[in-house]
């Protein structure tokens, strides 16, 4: 089985960053992709950010385009999501997962983090 923990989210004003980070453990030798997805409060969880780790692709979904970045440590096992311009809409708990690309478009896997709060203040 693969492991994930995620680390890295807090409290930041409107405009702010924030990077998290996502190792992986365990076994790791055939993940294909990571993503990220976050849930707010009243709100099904939403498909992020995802990275493959074969090379491209890498996808966004439209509302963190141009704001937020993911990438990896190949080495570490480990997912990066540096979130910049934040907004207070950003607020949520964000999840790590272990996945595929499909296609071209990221599938989640059964593989999650605990999860990470970010909340942006206005």
């Known amino acids: 089985q693969v492991q994930v923990v995620e680390s890295g989210g807090g409290l930041v004003q409107a405009g702010g960053s924030l990077r998290l980070s996502c190792a992986a453990s365990?076994?790791?030798?055939?993940?294909?992709?990571m993503g990220w997805f976050r849930q707010a409060p009243g709100k099904e969880r939403e498909f992020v950010a995802g990275?493959?780790?074969?090379?491209?692709?890498?996808s966004y979904t439209d509302s963190v385009k141009g704001r937020f970045t993911a990438s990896r440590d190949d080495r570490k096992k480990t997912m990066y999501l540096q979130m910049d311009s934040l907004k207070p809409e950003d607020t949520a708990v964000y999840y790590c997962?272990?996945?595929?690309?499909?296609?071209?478009?990221?599938?989640?896997?059964?593989?999650w983090g605990q999860g990470t709060q970010v909340t942006v203040s206005s």
């Open positions: 365990g076994a790791t030798d055939n993940v294909n992709a």
């Open positions: 990275i493959s780790w074969r090379g491209s692709p890498t």
């Open positions: 997962n272990i996945g595929r690309y499909l296609f071209g478009r990221y599938r989640s896997g059964d593989f």
